[in-house]
């Protein structure tokens, strides 16, 4: 990890994911997700369910018009479908993560970086995020019918003077990092495929590192608690969801 002295909390796992990778985790409650951009410039695409009812899972479109918002940092809470709270963003360096940019495709990839299959690139043939996604959602069960609108952690995609949506390459530096922390137990899903709208000329997504550590308690200025009133009212139901657990 980057700096791993940083890290708040007693860690209890570490691991890193390559570029254009995928990996996966119930985080439980109480505990917190740090992913780390170890160069700068990376992607890490993500998806959330609850481990429990796979049915219930990371909705894009409660969360932006719950909190006013069309981009992530810290203080934003992740809602589920169930307008429950999922992970909130405890803490941000990157200060901007894009919610509406989406996946690759394998034409995507294979349009902007050529054909790199495994039959001659072993290891390092291209993959797309949303391959990526499928191989690992298959794991636990899930398919093509559970891809939902994902976030883009690290990237920054916003709308110009000019009406057009923008890639800010420069987004994320190296050991930015942000921490999610689990208010309900969370099956996390990511890849680190190249996001779609990422103009590098090549085939060169970054690496990510990743420590889960115990989470401090939450206190009463909470920042994601008391970032919207929608905030209190889901972290409220999610404490009733959690009151038997």
Not at 1 to 7: D, I, K, L, R, V
Not at 137 to 144: E, I, M, T, V, Y
Request: net charge negative.
């Amino acid at each position: 990890m980057s700096n791993p002295e940083a890290t708040p909390g007693t860690v209890v796992h570490r691991d890193a994911v390559p570029g254009g990778r995928y990996w996966s985790m119930v985080i439980r409650r109480g505990f917190t997700l740090r992913l780390v951009d170890r160069d700068g410039g990376a992607n890490v695409s993500m998806l959330l369910y609850n481990p429990r009812n796979l049915l219930e899972r990371y909705n894009m479109a409660d969360t932006l018009k719950g909190q006013h918002t069309s981009r992530l940092t810290r203080g934003n809470m992740l809602y589920s479908d169930m307008g429950r709270v999922m992970l909130s963003i405890a803490e941000d360096t990157a200060g901007w993560h894009d919610t509406i940019g989406g996946i690759t495709r394998d034409a995507d990839i294979a349009r902007k970086y050529g054909e790199h299959r495994y039959q001659e690139y072993g290891n390092d043939f291209y993959r797309s995020g949303r391959e990526l996604f499928l191989v690992e959602l298959a794991k636990w069960g899930l398919g093509r019918q559970d891809l939902v609108a994902n976030l883009n952690l690290f990237s920054k995609v916003y709308a110009g003077a000019d009406g057009v949506l923008h890639f800010d390459p420069g987004n994320s530096g190296p050991g930015d990092h942000v921490d999610l922390r689990a208010e309900m137990d969370t099956l996390v899903v990511l890849n680190t495929a190249p996001h779609p709208m990422d103009p590098a000329p090549h085939y060169a997504p970054g690496p990510v590192d990743l420590a889960i550590y115990r989470s401090p308690p939450v206190l009463e200025d909470d920042c994601c608690v008391n970032l919207r009133p929608e905030n209190a009212r889901a972290f409220a139901n999610t404490a009733i969801y959690n009151c038997q657990g």
